[in-house]
């Protein structure tokens, strides 16, 4: 120990005792509390799985890590993927992300068959606040959490005995954040929000609350930007008089210096809320603006000085403020939504609110963690349970879980919807995991439900465009889709993509609704699929190669198998295919609309059984668009088959059937 720094070098393990969050190598910098790689001060994105392969290498310290320690440590027991290729990806990601080569490495070392090595010297920091010493009162959460996720069973352990001191300092940070915006609003005052609503058709107001900032260098309350903005975003969902975009929509601006004219023309809003905070123990600044972009006028600001205290009323307040500054016309039902909530274990809210910070962040597994640890220490709040539901469902879809994840899932849905029925966010994610596990026909009450309580909110209308679209509702689908454009024109670049315009032939209208965005394999996977659709072979190929150079995910591997049939390597294509139907048949779920790809895959390379198998499991699995299954041109070759007009008609009596009760 030097100077309070550990010195680290190949061959030197880091402490058995709780590890420093810092670790310098070179010119970088790796936190690993907050899942970050900075380069010369300038942070460098570095996905989950290679972040944690990074962490792991430098625990390493300097000594081998094998393959089996990896594949435990990258994917949680139970967790079916390619493992020799995931990680060989990983690894791949990792190297560019540190400019180093496998042929000429300077950091990471490739073992054989063996596992990796770790190669430069580093330093381990422990991370002081400089106005405090060792034995400060700081209030931290499981700081192993990223460095460490297979040790999350102990967190509770290690913090227990603190638990008090947190609850005294966290009833500290109740006065101090909620004046964010200004002084604490009365339930009372509420009533003068109650104004009769407006008559005709005025559109409503657009609003993007984008992350705080944090000023200092300090990560371990980095989460504090993010879920704070995402806990008043879901606060507003309520108010139909309001757009919010949705905290998607907004991640980007995580550590960025915001330009208002820029961020307001790309998010396509006409009102930004924008601030920053800085924490030095127990105390914190923080300062805001409420911004008018058409006329770049400022409606609100301010500068606070603080003490940490209640984080649950910092959204009641924020919302509040928004609400009167707009001076939005609220229907008694919405004021009530807007009142500040039944106050919640603090510990379980910051569990909570660190939890949808890495749930933002795509890293789902250890969102879980975080989740789980705020509904053990307080059941009641629904939010809680809903993002847990949405982490097991994400973890599922994106890693192939399995099918007991979407049990959870489905079990933290229904525990939200038990303690509040009307949760938006609730309703939306259940109808979703409906959807995807082939009840489509249980997600259309809780959107119609959803649509009762705002009209407006955009992820309701996309929500029902999706399952639309499996039941073969196709004009209806794109209506839904169209109507959630007009309300939120932002949410293009967030992931939803017109499926319906290309199961109705219209190719180029699909092509263009895509976003441009180069750097997304999912994007580039629908890009090289709608230029397949147009006998564009050779941009759908290399749409399909970017996808999976991008990440090898389940859509991505379709594209590659689809790109080697383009090039006529048939077996290298199949091989493919057939993987991912194993992968799927053992994991005991899959996406249907992803398993028609593969049925349509199968089908361009000849192998008409596989081609049948896969449809009949797509169909019966809750994918049914018969318009688009009878006209798709990629199945002519299933045509002449008998088993084919079976499937058919399978799909044609449950649309027929959907059609009948819904419509």
Known sequence: MVDGKLVGNPGAHMPSTAPPSLVRFADFEVDVRAGQLRQNGVRIHLQDQPFRL?????????????????????????????????????????RDAL?????????????????????????????????????SDVHTIAPEIIATPRDHSQIATRHGLAQSKRNRRLMLLVVAVALVLGSSIAIAKFTRLLRPKATGSVEPRSLAILPLQNLRQNRDDDFLGF???????????????????????????????????????????????????????????????????????????????????????????????????????????????????TPINPLAYEFYLRGVDLYGQHKFPIAIEMLKKSTETDPHYPLAWAYLGASYTSDAAFELGGREQYRRAQDAYERALAIEPSQLDAQLFLANLFVDTGQVEKALPLLRKALETNSNYAPVHWELGYAYRFAGLLTESVAESQRALQIDPSVKSNGSVLNAYLYLGQYDKFLRSLPDDNNSSFFAFYRGYGEYYENDFEDAAKDFDRAYELDPSLYAQIGKAFSESIAHRQAKGLEILHGLETTITERGVGDPEATYKIAQ??????????????????????????????????????????EFAQILEVAHKRHQAFKARFF
């Open 601 to 642: 895959a199968f089908a361009g390379m000849g192998d008409k059984g596989s081609a049948l198998r896969m449809l009949r499991r797509s169909v019966e699995s809750g994918f049914f668009p018969y318009p688009y299954i009878a006209t798709d041109p990629l199945l002519i070759g299933l045509h002449s088959e008998g």
């Open 54 to 94: 990074l962490a792991a290498l430098l625990e390493s310290g300097g000594e081998p890590v094998t393959r089996e320690e990896l594949r435990s440590r990258l994917w949680p027991a139970g967790t079916f993927v390619d493992f020799d290729h995931r990680l060989a990806v990983a690894v791949s990601k990792l």
């Open 99 to 135: 400019k180093d080569s496998a042929e000429c490495p300077k950091f990471v070392e490739t073992l054989g068959r063996r596992g990796y090595r770790f190669m430069m010297s580093v330093e381990w920091v422990d991370r002081v606040l400089p106005s405090q010493p060792e034995t």
């Open 227 to 341: 879920s704070l903005a995402d806990a008043v975003i879901t606060k507003l969902n309520y108010v139909s008089s309001l757009t919010v975009r949705p905290s998607a929509a907004v991640e980007k601006y995580r550590d960025e210096i915001v330009d208002v004219q820029a961020a307001a023309a790309d998010l396509k809003v006409d009102t930004l809320l924008t601030g920053n905070f800085i924490r030095d123990g127990n105390d914190l600044r923080i300062t805001y603006q409420l911004i008018d972009a058409k006329n770049d006028k400022v409606l609100g600001a301010g500068a606070i000085n603080l003490k940490y205290d209640n984080l649950l009323a910092v959204h009641d307040s924020v919302a509040e403020q928004i609400v009167t500054k707009l001076e939005l016309n609220l229907s008694p039902a919405e004021a009530e939504r807007i009142k500040p909530e």
